[in-house]
């Protein structure tokens, strides 16, 4: 399979619930990316891993913990979560954190907490 | 405070005719810009991209224009076509520090048949 796959699709969850989102990338890509968009907002970078190593964490609360056990696999562990984080939650990947031709984008997991 | 802004949220433009869709931005750092494309229930696909060297760069029926002096990029369609129609974000990048694009609240593009 090509491209980045994210699971699941859709996920509802209550606020006490353990949960974890899975990006998976075929493309040899070694940077990837959690972007989350919520309504009526632009896409917000939340974590960047470069070669495994985790280079940004921009000011994600702690209920939202990555993990990247290798350059093609991404988790998004999510626990006690809040209504207001119900978003679409978006993998990209990219060659070297090189943005020449852009990211290539998942198709997302829609989260919805209730 | 939001660095890249499309303040129309939507367009409707007829098939064949030229869409416009624009951009601005803040941060006069920025360098590189791109814009990407949605489809409902997928994750946005990068379309075209142009350097802050150049003032215009062209793929097929897609063109970027962009003014540093207005801080305002632009992307046209033309001809349009129906299959255009999807939600088009703007993105902006520093190409030094971290690896980050700066999104729009994208715009969304309807061309009628």
């Known amino acids: 399979e090509t491209g980045v796959t994210q699971t699941p699709r859709h996920l509802v969850m209550g606020m006490t619930n353990k949960k974890s989102l899975k990006c998976e990338q075929h493309?040899?890509?070694?940077?990837m990316y959690w972007y989350k968009q919520s309504a009526k907002k632009p896409l917000e970078l939340m974590f960047v891993y470069n070669f495994k190593e985790q280079t940004e964490n921009n000011s994600v609360p702690s209920r939202f913990s990555p993990e990247c056990p290798n350059s093609s696999h991404l988790f998004l562990h999510l626990h006690t979560l809040q209504p207001e984080d119900s978003a679409l939650y978006l993998c990209?990947?990219?060659?070297?954190?090189?943005?020449?031709?852009?990211?290539?984008f998942g198709s997302g997991t829609r989260l919805t907490v209730v | 405070d939001q660095q890249v802004k499309q303040n129309s949220p939507s367009l409707s433009v007829q098939e064949g005719r030229i869409s416009i869709l624009n951009c601005d931005y803040t941060?006069?750092?920025?360098?590189?810009f791109l814009w990407y494309k949605k489809y409902p229930a997928e994750g946005p696909t990068f379309l075209i991209s142009i350097s802050s060297i150049k003032d215009k760069n062209e793929d097929g029926r897609f063109t970027v224009f962009l003014n540093k002096s207005a801080k305002h990029l632009s992307l046209h369609i033309v001809p349009s076509q129906p299959g255009d129609s999807a939600v088009y974000f703007c993105a902006a990048s520093l190409l030094t520090g971290a690896n980050n694009l700066f999104f729009g609240t994208g715009t969304r593009l309807t061309v009628i048949p």
């Open positions: 941060n006069s750092m920025f360098d590189y």
């Open positions: 990209a990947s990219s060659l070297g954190g090189s943005i020449d031709n852009g990211y290539t």
């Open positions: 493309l040899g890509h070694n940077a």
